[in-house]
Every structure is written in structure tokens, then in C-alpha cells.
């Protein structure tokens, strides 16, 4: 049975780029429109010829995901200043495997994606063994530290996010 993927709507189309512009405008200080048009447009036209679904999300879980994702993000920066400038190296690199709860494939891909950004943590592969879960093989930089918790907490935070997805303990 194939799978039938419909064009990404205007509507998303017009939300993706203005996301994209928004950071183009922080991040060059408001210049290089020049440079950005043509990018933007070759960006718009590969999500629509590419069949590329953006996600729908939920607008009031936004906030609570950027203040969420901000967070973990400078404790990250200051997890990597820790251990470049502690005098002793404690490390305990690994492979573990993390169940995934999400549904969703593509999901499932965005999870993989932002845990990388996670401190100590490293996506490196998907794992699909029907009927049981999806698996996340993850490259841990510490097995003694706490990588679950912030993985199990990303996860709920998209969750929430994601129309598509239903967030653990509710119903919608």
C-alpha cells in the first residue's frame, strides 16, 4: 500500500518562510536581504516539489518549547565550559538505546535531531523493529550522568508541541 503525500499547503508555505525570515533578520542583524529572497525562495520551492509536510504545531505550546529548548541549550554551553576546563576529564562514553514514544516518523526525526543539540548527547540512528517501538541509538558522553531525564523531557516538550502528537497523561 503506498503512501500518498499531498504539496505542502500555501498556508505552510507562508509560515516557513516567514520562520525563515524572522532568523535571517536576528541573525544577520536585519541585512543581506539581497542574499536571502533568492535563498528563501529556492528553500519554499524544495519543500513544495520535495513533498516536505512542515509539522503543524500547537501556537500556545510554543513558548513553553523555546523558553524549554533556550534553557537547555545555555546549560549545554556551560556543561561543554565545565568540562573543557575542569582539571579532570570525567567521562564515560557509550551506546544506549532509548524507546521512542512518539508516533510519528517524522516526529520521531525531530527528536533525533534536537537531542543532538542536548549536552552529552548524539543521535546516530533510528531504529524500526516491528511490532516494538522505534529506538533511538544515542552516543552518550557520560553513562553516570542523568541523559534520560532531558531526553524524556525534549520528548514530552514536542509532544506537546506537535498537533499530531498526544502529549503523555492527556487527551485532546
Not at 513544495?48 to 512542515?54: C, E, K, L, P, T
Not at 549536552?119 to 542523568?146: F, K, N, R
Request: proline content about 7%; aromatic content about 10%.
Amino acid at each position: 500500500m503506498a503512501i500518498t503525500r499531498s504539496k505542502p499547503k500555501i498556508t505552510q508555505l507562508i509560515v516557513a518562510a516567514l520562520a525563515i525570515a524572522l532568523c535571517w533578520a536576528a541573525l544577520t542583524e536585519n541585512r543581506g536581504w539581497w542574499f536571502f529572497i533568492p535563498v528563501c525562495g529556492a528553500i519554499l520551492l524544495w519543500l513544495y516539489f520535495a513533498n516536505i509536510q512542515v509539522p503543524a504545531i500547537r501556537w500556545r505550546a510554543l513558548p513553553g518549547f523555546l523558553l524549554f529548548f533556550a534553557r537547555q541549550l545555555v546549560l549545554g554551553a556551560f556543561d561543554v565550559g565545565w568540562r573543557a576546563l575542569a582539571p579532570e576529564q570525567k567521562l564515560a562514553p557509550g551506546w544506549q538505546r532509548y524507546p521512542i514514544s512518539l508516533s510519528e516518523p517524522a516526529s520521531q526525526r525531530l527528536l533525533a535531531s534536537m537531542i543532538s543539540l542536548l549536552p552529552g548527547t548524539c543521535s546516530a540512528e533510528i531504529e524500526q523493529h516491528p511490532p516494538q517501538a522505534a529506538q533511538l541509538l544515542l552516543h552518550v558522553l557520560d553513562q553516570q550522568a542523568d541523559w534520560q531525564a532531558g531526553v524524556i523531557a525534549l520528548e514530552q516538550q514536542l509532544a506537546r508541541l506537535l498537533r499530531q502528537e498526544t502529549p503523555a497523561g492527556t487527551t485532546l
